[in-house]
């Protein structure tokens, strides 16, 4: 792997100082959350603190909002939807003031893509290659979006006077609840979305990793977005998180996040008032590779893909099935992928892979390789923390993990691959069998050149995604799971369907 050359990285020498420049200005930053286009602190007057991952020392204090301040911010989405100008402007306003957001975050794109690798602890090669891109090619495209979307008119027959069709009309006040695993572009293309349908928003990110929605926060009024529209309420997930999840008066939750979360704001909008949900949740990937696929680029696809964020990625494929007679080859390049991955502070020169978010999933990471070490699985590399300050962990392959065990059933979210052999005459139902034990069904990763074997595993996997001889995300293709991967779908004008609502007509005459 080698660093980008793209220029939105900074210079080595240009970035100590820039970074020295962010630090100071996160330390003298007021904890303020955004509501009704007003900076200001949490009624409880509470802070959270936050973290640089990489040396564990804080770097900033966010307010530690609640259910006070949700309802205040639920109140100004409210008066902003149903009294203020955004869902009433003409579409292509919307569009112009999306597309500014989109100027506005790019002009600053080394300022987002060093706070995002400072807080959330990612290379910036990632961020650079990846969540910005990504984020920007969202958002413009939701911003095309916005003058499209369109009920429908049935046909009618030549005697029909009357007539009958429906509008989509955009669903009112949406809530998105955010993870910390890529803060920015989780935050941003939700964003995106319920902007470009009409809708005003309150935003809960992650405790863990805030910092970029509240800079984008910031660069809305400059956009031409009116205050009220975007209100961004950070705390913790059980104070302010259930509180939006409750709310009678929020209309949709777009939430990313753990499964276990996802059900209980699936439960909670049941609860409450039947708020619309979509849940991008959990994922437990299988990559499969036959013995016709290339070697070489699936082996440093697979192992780049677990290092990329450390393994915090919700589509990484982290079970990896191989066909017998490339099994010994593939692991060996595997192998030699790993040793080439540079370690170190996301924001630091050359590096590859940055830390874990926390010690607390650092050691969650731990205790399931160690519970699967003792039913009889083997570590072939890695398998531990690295020692010294920051949640470092090694890259870490894993050999005859069974099915049932915890590491090849949960989702470790760490740079660890599980490696399993298949028969090199087994069929393809049996092939699509392993890759679908799971409770999880986000992304499946094909690696083969036959096009039988490829169209008939595509038919066969339980996955919302299936992506063939490599690639990552595109910002406009419907991305979600099935099973307990989740619920809906994100992106293009499947995405943005969520945030509206159908309203049919019958018109007399
Ligand atoms: P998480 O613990 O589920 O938290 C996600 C968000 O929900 C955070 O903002 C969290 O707040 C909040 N939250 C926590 N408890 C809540 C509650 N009871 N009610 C409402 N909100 C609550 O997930 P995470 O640990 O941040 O992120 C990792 C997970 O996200 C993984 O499972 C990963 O697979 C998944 N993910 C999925 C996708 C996808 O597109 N499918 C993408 C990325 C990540 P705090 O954390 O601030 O307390
Ligand atoms: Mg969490």
Redesign the pocket.
């Known amino acids: 792997m080698t660093e980008s050359a793209n220029p939105s990285v900074y210079a080595a020498s240009d970035r100590a100082a820039a970074l020295q420049q962010l630090r100071q200005s996160l330390a003298q930053r007021p904890p303020r959350l955004l509501i009704d286009g007003v900076w200001r602190p949490a009624l409880s007057a509470q802070t959270l603190e936050v973290d640089d991952p990489a040396t564990g020392e804080p770097i900033a204090r966010i307010a530690a909002g609640d259910s006070g301040d949700i309802d205040l911010a639920v109140a100004a989405a409210r008066r902003a939807f149903r009294e203020g100008p955004w869902p009433r402007l003409p579409a292509s306003r919307r569009a112009a003031a999306l597309f500014a957001l989109a100027d506005a975050i790019e002009r600053r794109q080394q300022e987002f893509a060093l706070l995002e690798s400072l807080d959330a602890g990612h290379s910036l090669m990632s961020i650079v290659n990846g969540d910005l891109p990504l984020g920007l090619r969202s958002l413009r495209d939701y911003a095309g979006w916005a003058t499209k979307i369109a009920g429908e008119v049935p046909m009618r027959s030549a005697d029909q006077r009357g007539m009958d069709y429906f509008l989509r009309e955009p669903i009112g006040v949406a809530a998105i609840?955010?993870?910390?695993?890529?803060p920015f572009l989780?935050v941003l293309q939700k964003l995106a979305a319920a902007l470009a349908a009409g809708c005003t928003v309150v935003i809960?990110?992650?405790?863990?990793a805030p910092l970029s929605a509240l800079y984008i926060g910031e660069l809305c009024d400059e956009a031409g977005i009116p205050a009220g529209v975007v209100n961004i309420v950070t705390g913790?997930?059980?104070a302010a998180?259930?509180a939006?999840?409750e709310h009678p008066d929020v209309n949709l939750i777009s939430?990313?996040?753990?499964?276990?979360?996802?059900q209980?704001?699936m439960a909670?909008a049941a609860r409450s008032n039947l708020k619309r949900v979509v849940l991008?949740?959990?994922?437990k990937s299988p990559a499969m590779v036959f013995a016709d696929a290339d070697l070489d680029k699936a082996a440093t696809a697979i192992v780049g893909e677990i290092a990329f964020k450390s393994g915090q990625y919700?589509a990484a494929g982290s079970r990896v099935y191989v066909q017998a007679s490339v099994h010994a080859p593939l692991l060996e390049k595997m192998h030699a992928a790993m040793q080439r991955i540079r370690i170190g502070a996301g924001y630091a020169d050359g590096t590859d892979m940055g830390p874990m978010i926390s010690d607390a999933q650092r050691r969650r990471a731990q205790d399931l390789i160690d519970h699967s070490l003792a039913a009889g699985a083997r570590v072939l590399r890695g398998g531990h923390a690295r020692s010294g300050p920051g949640y470092f962990f090694e890259p870490t392959l894993i050999a005859d993990a069974r099915a049932d065990m915890r590491v090849a059933q949960e989702?470790i979210?760490a740079p660890v691959l599980c490696v399993t052999p298949f028969a090199d005459d087994a069929g393809l139902s049996e092939v699509a069998a392993l890759a679908n034990d799971s409770r999880y069904g986000?992304s499946a990763k094909l690696w083969a050149r036959d096009i039988g074997t490829v169209h008939g595993l595509i038919g066969l996997l339980e996955t919302g995604q299936v992506i063939v001889n490599g690639g990552g995300g595109e910002a406009t293709l419907p991305?979600?799971?099935v099973k307990q991967?989740?619920y809906g779908r994100e992106n293009g004008h499947v995405g943005l369907s969520a945030f509206t609502e159908i309203k049919s007509v019958r018109l007399g005459y």
């Open positions: 609840v955010t993870p910390w695993n890529a989780m809960k990110p992650a405790e863990l913790t997930g059980v998180g259930q939006l999840a939430f990313t996040g753990s499964t276990q979360v996802g209980s704001i909670a991008e949740l959990g994922g919700c989702e979210f986000l991305f979600g799971g991967s989740g």
